[in-house]
């Protein structure tokens, strides 16, 4: 059971033809399906993070998991 909305960013690695990062983001939250957005450069990946934790702030949740690590998004300045 999923007790906070969770952020994660994901890298992959593609070596073919040539080498190539692409970053994920997953957003996850209590009781709705998952949502992914994949195909970004790591800041792009970054600032679309930064953005879901200003959504989830202002849908009124108090704490989310942002990258592993759980956060106090009253505390937290974006």
């Known amino acids: 059971m999923l007790r ?3 952020i994660e960013v994901i890298k992959r690695t593609i070596y073919v033809p040539i080498y190539r990062e692409s970053y994920e983001v997953q957003t996850m939250r209590p009781n709705r399906p998952m949502q992914s957005k994949f195909g970004m450069s790591k800041t792009q990946a970054n600032a679309y993070s930064k953005r879901m934790l200003a959504l989830l702030k202002k849908e ?4 989310a998991v942002f990258k592993s690590v759980l956060i106090d998004l009253r505390k937290f300045v974006l």
Not at 60 to 63: A, P
Request: glycine fraction near 14%.
């Open 4 to 6: 906070f909305p969770r």
């Open 60 to 63: 009124g949740y108090d704490k």
